[in-house]
C-alpha cells in the first residue's frame, strides 16, 4: 500500500472496489500484512481451483484482503466445515465504514451463485466478540454451544512461522438465506 494513499475518512465504501488477487500483488500484500508465505499459498490455492482470494482496492492501492475455501486443499490435512470464508483483514487505517463487510458480501455472493446451501466461517470469540455478532446478525448460527480450542499456525512478518492455540467457534449460513447488507 503507498504512504499516500487515500484516507478513508475521506471516501466511503463505494470507492472501493473488489477484485480477485494475482501473483503481482504479492508486494502489497505483505506491505498490508507481513510474511509472504500464506499470501503464495493462497494464491497457490486459487490456481489449483480450491479457494478464492479478493483483494479490495481504493485508488489503485490493496487496502484489504480475504479468503475463501470451497474445496479440499490439494496438499495438507483436509479441512471440515466447507466451503468457508476465511482470513479477513482489512489496513487498520481502513477499518469500519464497511471494508470488510463488503469483502464478506462479496464472498457470500460467490458462495450462492455457486449454489452452496451452507457457507461456514470460523471465528475468535474471545478475541473478537464483535465479529462473531456480526456474522450472527447475518443469519449465521454457531454449531458449537461453547468456543474451543486449537493450535493454528501463525507467520510473523519475517515469515518464521509458530503453532499457537488460539479460541474458535464455528458458525454456518445458508448463502441463500442473507439479508442483503
Ligand atoms: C475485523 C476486521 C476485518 C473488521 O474490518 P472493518 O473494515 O472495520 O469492518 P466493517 O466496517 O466492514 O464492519 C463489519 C463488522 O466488522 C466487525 N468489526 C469492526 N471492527 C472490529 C474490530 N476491531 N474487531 C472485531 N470486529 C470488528 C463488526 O462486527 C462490524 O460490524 P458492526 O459495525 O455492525 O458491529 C478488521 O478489524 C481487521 O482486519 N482486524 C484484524 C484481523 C482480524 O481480526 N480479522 C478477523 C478474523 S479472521
Avoid at 490493496?62 to 470464508?85: M, S, Y
Wanted: with cysteine; charged share 25%; glycine share 8%.
Amino acid at each position: 500500500m503507498h504512504q499516500g494513499a487515500t484516507p478513508m475518512s475521506d471516501c466511503s465504501v463505494q470507492d472501493l472496489t473488489i477484485r480477485d488477487a494475482v501473483v503481482a500483488d504479492v508486494p502489497a500484500l505483505c506491505a498490508l500484512r507481513g510474511a509472504r508465505a500464506p499470501h503464495e499459498a493462497k494464491l497457490a490455492e486459487t490456481a489449483a481451483g480450491t479457494a478464492r482470494f479478493l483483494v479490495e482496492v481504493l485508488g489503485g492501492d490493496i487496502v484489504a484482503f480475504a479468503g475463501g475455501r470451497h474445496r479440499q486443499p490439494v496438499t495438507g490435512p483436509p479441512k471440515p466445515h466447507l466451503p468457508k470464508l476465511s482470513d479477513c483483514f482489512v489496513a487498520p487505517q481502513y477499518r469500519s465504514p464497511g471494508s470488510s463487510r463488503a469483502l464478506v458480501s462479496a464472498r457470500e455472493r460467490i458462495a450462492h451463485a455457486a449454489g452452496c446451501e451452507l457457507l461456514s466461517v470460523s471465528v475468535d470469540p474471545i478475541e473478537s466478540p464483535r465479529w462473531l455478532d456480526f456474522f450472527r446478525g447475518r443469519g449465521y448460527r454457531t454449531l458449537q454451544p461453547a468456543p474451543y480450542r486449537k493450535g493454528e499456525l501463525r507467520y510473523a512478518d519475517d515469515g518464521k512461522s509458530e503453532e499457537v492455540l488460539v479460541w474458535r467457534q464455528d458458525l454456518v449460513v445458508n448463502p441463500r438465506k442473507i439479508e442483503p447488507a
